[in-house]
């Protein structure tokens, strides 16, 4: 099943699933050579293409062009071999925000043929070490704004034993940048296979010992030439923006991969708040953008004020499912499409989209071309249209966990299991109606949360919220919201009251939240997602 491998370092061959645990792989149409090395096709084939002249990264108060960006990667990549004895098949920590540099690393340890682990900012020591402990890293790059706890883990860790330095700013002036600068700048990247280990992607919602996803070289084509390609139709003239870390493999995907492959650029923001997103756009004229609904939100608020996203041509809603009434009023205001989807790091990107030809409130599309989608029940079997079931996905990627015996739960009879229920139309489309775990069982009725949120979330007086159920003597569970008031607005009994006659009088009256809790913030994920988990802690 597996093609001939460029790694001298076998772990991460070693440490895959046993055959009869992969979900089943819909190859066709996704044909890459048998060596393949993704971050040689990023950029040096880009400059071979004639891309070398046009802009691939915006930041820091400079542009760089393709050829800048595989010179700079072939520099650092010349420094990991010569330097520090990078051998193809290490694994290698990146620790960063989203800036150039950090590009510039990822793309250089890809073409050496280590390992990447891409890691958030906001990580701590103890994080941190399981990390580096589950996928045995012995060498880490890392902003050397952000070494504190990176150093602080190789003091005490059994495989942690060196921990380099670069500079995430525009200075350029750290151990690594300072190694590289008199380095040749070109390399011949190593000759990796197309089914050699490139990424091991660390799942956010994890507790306890962390999963790691295993991700191909080919894989980090395929998002690009699936999604990108058929959802995007990405052009050299497109710029891109968005808030997702690149830590996440849903950002290393929307503001990296997909840029790169087609000629594209991307403006990075270290700090992405709506207020700065809202300023890159206008200074940059970015035509695609990527982040939560509660930043377009706020964004659509700033268009009140004035600000001009003209020149964004489609906005991709990630993190949290997108409500249909932001949907309806970012489409109303601006006249172009904002697509709702749904992906995993298990399967590195989006597999499920709205197009901009065909979107809708309220829904999240049809599987991307090459993927397939089912609404099943407990027993795999599957469930009749209009009736909520938990969707399970085939396609050119699947779940692969590094070592861990969670594979089972995520694959069934070759179907990768997303922990999201949903119900399919008569006519294919799919809706989200919640995680499978967020499915609020009151009084013998299935309530979905997200629709209680979209019902609040039409009301003018709420900014955001999020909705859970609360355990309850006599129902089992009740609906309860959690409410943030819109700007001016303050919380108070008779705002709970018209709320909740509201969402009575907008879907079905059984589903209204019988507690409403007036909030200052949600708590969230870098990402933009909420953390339910943490309103339900007593």
């Given at each position: 099943?597996?093609g001939p491998?460029?790694h001298?370092?076998?772990?991460?061959r070693d440490?895959?699933?046993?055959f009869d645990?992969w979900?089943?792989l819909l190859?066709d149409g996704?044909?890459?050579?048998e060596?393949?090395?993704?971050?040689?096709?990023?950029?040096?084939?880009?400059?071979?293409r004639?891309?070398?002249?046009?802009v691939?990264l915006?930041?820091?108060?400079?542009?760089?062009?393709?050829?800048?960006?595989?010179?700079?990667?072939?520099r650092i990549a010349h420094?990991l071999?010569e330097?520090f004895?990078?051998r193809?098949?290490?694994?290698?920590l990146?620790r960063?925000?989203n800036?150039p540099?950090?590009?510039?690393?990822w793309?250089?340890?890809?073409?050496?043929?280590?390992v990447?682990?891409?890691?958030m900012?906001m990580?701590r020591?103890g994080?941190?070490?399981?990390?580096?402990?589950?996928?045995e890293?012995t060498?880490?790059?890392?902003?050397?704004?952000?070494?504190?706890?990176?150093?602080?883990?190789?003091?005490e860790?059994?495989?942690l034993?060196q921990?380099?330095?670069?500079?995430?700013t525009?200075?350029h002036?750290?151990?690594l940048?300072?190694?590289?600068l008199n380095?040749?700048?070109?390399?011949e990247?190593?000759r990796t296979?197309?089914d050699d280990?490139a990424?091991l992607g660390f799942?956010?919602?994890?507790?306890?010992?962390?999963k790691?996803?295993?991700?191909?070289h080919?894989d980090?084509?395929?998002i690009?030439?699936a999604?990108a390609?058929e959802?995007l139709?990405v052009?050299?003239d497109?710029?891109f923006i968005g808030s997702?870390p690149?830590a996440?493999t849903?950002g290393?995907?929307g503001l990296?991969v997909?840029?790169l492959?087609?000629g594209?650029s991307?403006?990075?923001?270290e700090?992405?708040?709506?207020k700065?997103?809202?300023?890159i756009i206008?200074?940059?004229?970015a035509t695609i953008?990527?982040t939560?609904p509660?930043?377009y939100?706020?964004?659509?608020?700033a268009?009140e004020?004035?600000a001009?996203?003209s020149s964004l041509?489609?906005?991709v809603s990630?993190?949290e499912?997108?409500?249909?009434p932001i949907?309806e009023e970012?489409t109303r205001?601006?006249?172009?499409?904002i697509l709702d989807?749904?992906?995993?790091?298990?399967?590195?990107?989006?597999?499920?989209?709205?197009r901009?030809?065909?979107?809708?409130p309220n829904?999240?599309g049809k599987?991307?071309?090459?993927?397939?989608?089912?609404?099943?029940?407990a027993?795999m079997n599957e469930?009749?249209?209009?009736?909520?079931?938990?969707?399970?996905?085939?396609?050119?990627?699947?779940?692969?966990?590094l070592a861990d015996?969670?594979?089972?739960e995520?694959v069934?009879?070759?179907w990768?299991?997303?922990?999201?229920s949903?119900?399919q139309?008569?006519e294919g489309?799919?809706?989200f109606?919640a995680r499978s775990?967020d499915?609020i069982l009151s009084?013998?009725?299935?309530?979905?949360?997200?629709?209680?949120?979209a019902?609040?979330l039409?009301?003018?007086?709420v900014?955001?919220c999020?909705v859970?159920g609360k355990p309850?003597n006599?129902?089992?569970?009740i609906?309860?919201?959690?409410?943030v008031?819109?700007?001016?607005?303050?919380?108070?009994e008779?705002?709970?009251?018209?709320?909740?006659?509201?969402v009575k009088?907008?879907?079905a009256?059984y589903?209204?939240?019988?507690?409403i809790?007036?909030?200052d913030?949600?708590?969230?994920?870098?990402?933009g997602?909420?953390?339910r988990?943490?309103l339900k802690?007593?």
């Amino acid at each position: 099943m597996l093609g001939p491998t460029g790694h001298l370092d076998t772990f991460t061959r070693d440490n895959l699933p046993p055959f009869d645990e992969w979900p089943e792989l819909l190859l066709d149409g996704f044909e890459y050579p048998e060596w393949l090395n993704a971050g040689e096709e990023l950029s040096d084939r880009m400059v071979e293409r004639g891309f070398g002249d046009r802009v691939a990264l915006i930041g820091n108060g400079r542009r760089r062009t393709y050829k800048e960006l595989s010179d700079w990667t072939n520099r650092i990549a010349h420094a990991l071999v010569e330097d520090f004895g990078i051998r193809p098949g290490n694994r290698v920590l990146i620790r960063s925000g989203n800036n150039p540099a950090m590009i510039a690393c990822w793309l250089a340890v890809t073409k050496v043929g280590a390992v990447a682990v891409n890691t958030m900012p906001m990580l701590r020591a103890g994080e941190l070490a399981k990390v580096v402990d589950k996928a045995e890293i012995t060498f880490a790059l890392c902003d050397t704004r952000l070494m504190e706890e990176l150093v602080a883990v190789a003091k005490e860790s059994r495989f942690l034993k060196q921990v380099v330095g670069f500079d995430g700013t525009a200075n350029h002036d750290a151990e690594l940048d300072r190694i590289a600068l008199n380095k040749p700048v070109r390399f011949e990247a190593v000759r990796t296979g197309r089914d050699d280990v490139a990424l091991l992607g660390f799942t956010s919602g994890s507790t306890g010992v962390p999963k790691a996803t295993m991700h191909f070289h080919r894989d980090i084509l395929i998002i690009a030439d699936a999604y990108a390609r058929e959802i995007l139709g990405v052009t050299p003239d497109d710029v891109f923006i968005g808030s997702p870390p690149i830590a996440f493999t849903f950002g290393l995907g929307g503001l990296v991969v997909f840029p790169l492959r087609f000629g594209a650029s991307t403006a990075l923001l270290e700090h992405a708040s709506p207020k700065n997103m809202v300023q890159i756009i206008q200074d940059y004229k970015a035509t695609i953008s990527f982040t939560a609904p509660t930043a377009y939100r706020a964004m659509l608020a700033a268009m009140e004020e004035g600000a001009d996203l003209s020149s964004l041509r489609i906005a991709v809603s990630a993190g949290e499912t997108l409500p249909g009434p932001i949907f309806e009023e970012w489409t109303r205001k601006t006249g172009k499409p904002i697509l709702d989807g749904i992906g995993s790091t298990e399967m590195l990107h989006i597999f499920v989209s709205n197009r901009l030809d065909d979107a809708k409130p309220n829904c999240t599309g049809k599987p991307l071309r090459g993927y397939e989608a089912r609404i099943v029940d407990a027993d795999m079997n599957e469930v009749p249209r209009g009736t909520i079931g938990k969707l399970v996905i085939r396609g050119p990627i699947g779940c692969r966990y590094l070592a861990d015996p969670r594979q089972a739960e995520y694959v069934r009879d070759g179907w990768n299991m997303t922990g999201d229920s949903f119900i399919q139309d008569e006519e294919g489309y799919l809706h989200f109606a919640a995680r499978s775990d967020d499915i609020i069982l009151s009084a013998g009725y299935n309530i979905a949360g997200p629709e209680v949120e979209a019902a609040l979330l039409s009301h003018a007086d709420v900014l955001e919220c999020a909705v859970i159920g609360k355990p309850d003597n006599e129902r089992g569970h009740i609906v309860q919201a959690f409410v943030v008031p819109a700007p001016g607005i303050n919380g108070s009994e008779s705002l709970a009251k018209a709320l909740q006659d509201h969402v009575k009088a907008t879907i079905a009256p059984y589903k209204y939240p019988r507690s409403i809790v007036f909030v200052d913030a949600l708590p969230k994920t870098e990402s933009g997602k909420i953390q339910r988990f943490r309103l339900k802690q007593p």
